[in-house]
């Protein structure tokens, strides 16, 4: 540990930040640690005020309950309670958020938003190159495009799945860059004029493609040809030598889209650091790409590939003049939220230093290589971060506040740093208009999230009864005035043409038929934005868009009447708890299995986001919040007696057991049953549910990471053995 001022900071860190951070900035070693000082002395204690203040309230929350037990619930009084304690907050006077500088990507352009975790480079390079995606790809190896009458997928091409996927592609080129007559199903070749594109038709009539904005190759046979539509691009690539272009009338070999356009590098809710050398590994993800250097192995087919970010790609207009589009998506950091403290810095008096502060400081500092180089990242000279997990005004406050310190520490305009919200905890949502206000010059996303935001809600109203099955949680009404809440607050704020609204994720990364028949209701509902698993499902619910325009709907929206806080602070009560034996055991079934195959990974490989099979073998894109409403539904459910501790930890020792049947093909997976008291995962498990009513908002963090530490260090002594 080395000591800098009145810190003392992790070698490695500052190895990092002397040796790969600060070359190349006019930023002294002496001004960065000054800085990270001064920044501490005036903002941790805060940190430590605030979530203080948030256990201070829960605890008056619950004991209102708890005197109200036996009652029918009094919402009136209820709602009046949670004024007088200031859970509830006068609402501000309206206003419009001024937030300026934002990038296109984010305030005018409506497209798909990817989340990857950014200690995985190949991930991260992945998703920051998922800008543009092949739509030919994405229905020919998933379950867009049926398997039936012959179509199946295999190792060699087949031409008839192959005749699928053209067909789809042309209804949909129809339907988002038409010709001015006839279909592109009978075209026959594209060639570029003088102010134009003109397609001749089998028929041998000749139109024009009059979204048409550019084109590569020759203006005699274009190698694609580029059009826009809603803000965004599509490429149509022609290379009769490809198998698909064989058998299509114009040699069309592809349709590329504009597919993410912004994408969330997460350092918090999909990561597993929990020590200085996870912790540098993640930000030293982050600086490569914001340096535009980070690269990865790819190793497919026997051969290894060195993957790198994606350049600009090149077009030229019917004039002869040339123009660039960017080729990859615009990155925030997701930081993590106020919660968590890091022995990587302590404080003069020995404290540990909220991860939030350092993670703001140092990702800031990252992103000035973007922000005085090329600006690749951001091309309005902005940074980008998602401060996730915050509890109302006071919260977004605090973030705002720290952000204008670094900024000035480093120099920079006010308001350079911008914030995005997530409106993931209850106090948030019922106070979403005075979190906005507190951050209304920076602020630039708002979003919601249905497993982190009802973890929450249950614990939040822990004492108040038994609630509903998870699956009944859904269509709660809450739920339905939350996601509409959200959109009606930030439409009123301004957001639309200024900042993102946001939608979850489409956690079910191999099930693309249901996401599109399903996802594009994101879209009708008032996000200009919705998360998204994969660079793959990037490109699909990119057709959403093509299909909704978000802008025209959401002034649609503007218009309807704004829904009730009353619905809002419903509590998901069940009515009475006398579920038959067996629905009761299979809710428990399937929550002690998820958090189980989620937690394995977690502790014992440090894999924070994964694909993770559900009891029915269906694969879910997981990450924290997972555990949080499974482990918390749990805890309400054993609390009011549903269920008793000893079915709990026979159903854990069960679940096991099915766990390790779906990591069988894992070489690094270690079994939890039969010895599961050996099991420092399985015993982490059963630690969230049988003490998740102590756990902090119901978080999942504390019990992981002291967990994860001490399984490396179980797996180091025996290493040094």
Avoid at 6 to 16: A, G
Avoid at 687 to 710: F, K, N, W
């Amino acid at each position: 540990m080395a000591k800098l001022g009145t810190l003392t900071v992790d070698d490695q860190l500052v190895e990092f930040i002397n040796q790969q951070l600060l070359p190349g900035l006019e930023i002294s070693t002496g001004v960065f640690w000054s800085g990270l000082e001064c920044i501490i002395t005036v903002f941790a204690e805060r940190n430590r005020e605030l979530v203080c203040h948030r256990e201070a309230l829960q605890k008056l929350i619950d004991d209102w309950h708890i005197e109200h037990q036996g009652q029918p619930h009094d919402h009136a009084a209820y709602k009046s309670f949670l004024q007088k304690i200031d859970y509830l907050q006068p609402e501000p006077d309206d206003f419009k958020i001024s937030t300026d500088n934002v990038d296109a990507e984010i305030a005018q352009v409506a497209g798909a938003q990817l989340v990857v975790p950014v200690s995985n480079a190949r991930f991260a390079l992945n998703a920051a190159n998922a800008r543009w995606g092949s739509l030919y790809d994405a229905l020919y190896g998933t379950d867009a495009i049926s398997d039936n009458d012959g179509a199946e997928r295999g190792k060699d091409f087949n031409p008839v799945r192959g005749g699928k996927v053209i067909k789809w592609a042309r209804q949909f080129l129809d339907q988002a860059v038409p010709l001015a007559s006839g279909s592109h199903a009978q075209a026959q070749s594209y060639q570029i004029t003088q102010d134009a594109c003109q397609v001749t038709l089998v028929t041998g009539k000749k139109v024009r493609l009059a979204s048409f904005i550019g084109f590569t190759g020759s203006a005699e046979a274009p190698q694609s040809v580029l059009c826009k539509h809603n803000g965004l691009h599509v490429e149509l690539v022609f290379n009769p030598d490809a198998a698909i272009a064989k058998t299509d009338s114009a040699g069309m070999s592809d349709v590329i889209l504009e597919s993410a356009l912004t994408t969330i590098m997460d350092c918090e809710d999909s990561v597993a650091a929990v020590d200085a050398t996870d912790k540098v590994g993640v930000y030293r993800n982050w600086l490569g790409l914001m340096k535009g250097d980070l690269s990865a192995p790819v190793s497919k087919g026997g051969k290894t590939s060195i993957r790198a970010l994606a350049k600009d790609r090149e077009y030229c207009r019917a004039d002869g003049s040339n123009f660039t589009l960017p080729g990859r998506a615009l990155m925030f950091a997701r930081n993590v939220g106020l919660l968590m403290t890091t022995a990587m810095v302590r404080d003069g008096d020995g404290n540990e230093v909220p991860e939030c502060i350092l993670d703001t400081y140092i990702n800031a500092c990252s992103a000035l290589h973007d922000l005085h180089g090329r600006r690749a990242n951001s091309r309005t000279g902005s940074i980008y971060f998602v401060v996730p997990k915050m509890h109302g005004a006071q919260e977004v406050a605090f973030a705002n506040d720290l952000f204008g310190a670094v900024e000035h520490v480093f120099k920079l305009a006010n308001n350079t740093l911008k914030m995005g919200i997530m409106d993931e905890e209850r106090r948030t949502s019922a106070n979403l208009k005075a979190c906005i206000h507190a951050a209304r010059e920076r602020v630039c996303f708002i979003n919601t999230g249905f497993l982190d935001r009802t973890g929450d809600e249950i614990h939040t109203s822990m004492q108040a009864g038994a609630m509903v099955t998870k699956g009944d949680m859904k269509t709660a009404a809450w739920i339905g005035a939350y996601e509409d809440r959200n959109v009606d607050t930030g439409l009123a704020c301004g957001f639309s043409g200024k900042a993102q609204i946001g939608k979850g994720m489409w956690a079910m990364p191999d099930l693309m038929a249901d996401m599109l028949e399903q996802k594009q209701a994101q879209l009708e509902a008032g996000a200009n934005t919705a998360w998204v698993p994969s660079p793959t499902a990037a490109t699909l619910h990119g057709t959403h868009y093509h299909q909704v325009d978000v802008h025209e709907r959401q002034r649609v929206l503007l218009s309807r009447a704004p829904v009730s806080l009353d619905d809002l602070l419903t509590i998901p009560l069940a009515d009475n708890t006398n579920w038959p034996d067996e629905e009761i055991q299979l809710e428990i079934d399937n929550s002690c299995q998820s958090i189980l195959g989620y937690m394995v990974r977690w502790v014992e490989q440090g894999i924070g986001c994964s694909k993770v099979p559900d009891i029915h073998n269906v694969a879910l894109m997981e990450d924290r919040a997972t555990l949080r409403i499974s482990s918390q539904h749990m805890a309400n459910w054993l609390l009011h007696g549903v269920i008793d501790k000893h079915q709990v930890l026979a159903t854990m020792e069960k679940m096991a057991a099915v766990v390790d049947g779906q990591n069988a093909g894992d070489p690094a997976y270690r079994n939890m049953a039969p010895d599961v008291d050996e099991s420092i995962a399985f015993q982490a498990a059963c630690d969230l549910v049988c003490r998740g009513m102590d756990q902090p908002s119901g978080y999942t963090e504390p019990v992981l990471h002291a967990r994860r530490i001490e399984f490396k260090a179980q797996s180091e002594s025996r290493g040094n053995r």
